[in-house]
């Protein structure tokens, strides 16, 4: 079935630690994106890319990196810098131009050991 | 983008119809609204976007005023499994600052027997 696969479900960070989460698309999809969500908050962007090897900083990208080596994968990796790492992280893609309809993954919650 | 406003919760008996509003009065001439939803612990799932005219899908219809300051999401026979967190967005249309949503805190809808 075509979707967005995130892995793992559930992932715990020991103090000082990098932690990466992943997220692979097989819709075909030329952008993707990723968000954090706090209890009851919204979502906030942290990364999207539009195109392969290229991405752009979201409204909390510090402690936060990505990289876009494949169309299918946009991995994001939780640096030490984060000092709140603990949050439901969603990722999303982007079906077109003309519209703003993204589909996204079931979500990985990251907590801190 | 312009800004939504939503009731923090609602709740509807089942198989009544669920009437969700949204208040955008800043909305500009390009701008489209969109709905998503958000089942507990899972990611947002697209519903329905519009312009200007009403609109209707296989999962609810979208009602928006002449003035296009407000809309009306409305699932016809709410179920037990359309509790969740509903999100109005207002976005332009068309690709430009990596189509960035910016999702509030919605609206928990709760279907109750």
């Known amino acids: 079935d075509g979707g967005i696969t995130q892995s793992p479900k559930y992932l715990f960070r020991k103090e000082g630690q990098n932690v990466t989460l992943s997220c692979e698309q097989n819709?075909?999809?030329?952008?993707m994106y990723w968000y954090r969500q706090d209890p009851g908050q919204g979502l906030r962007l942290i990364y999207y890319s539009q195109i392969v090897n290229d991405f752009q900083k979201g409204d909390i990208a510090e402690g936060y990196s990505v990289s876009r080596e494949k169309k299918e994968s946009f991995p994001l990796t939780v640096t030490s810098a984060q000092k709140n790492p603990t949050a439901f992280y969603l990722c999303a893609s982007h079906q077109g131009r003309a519209k703003n309809i993204q589909y996204f993954g079931a979500g990985t919650r990251l907590s801190v050991l | 983008d312009a800004k939504t406003t939503q009731p923090p919760s609602m709740d509807c008996a089942e198989g009544r119809a669920a009437n969700l509003p949204c208040n955008h009065s800043t909305i500009s001439g390009n701008e489209y609204v969109y709905w998503y939803r958000q089942i507990h612990s899972q990611g947002p799932q697209y519903i329905i976007h519009?312009?200007?005219n009403n609109e209707t899908n296989e999962m609810a219809s979208l009602i928006i005023t002449e003035d296009r300051k407000s809309s009306t999401l409305i699932l016809p026979h709410a179920t037990l499994r359309d509790t969740a967190v509903y999100y109005c967005?207002?976005?332009?249309?068309?690709?430009?600052?990596?189509?960035?949503?910016?999702f509030g805190t919605g609206t928990q809808l709760k279907v109750e027997l």
């Open positions: 819709l075909n999809h030329d952008a």
């Open positions: 967005i207002v976005r332009v249309g068309v690709t430009g600052g990596g189509n960035k949503l910016t």
């Open positions: 519009g312009l200007k």
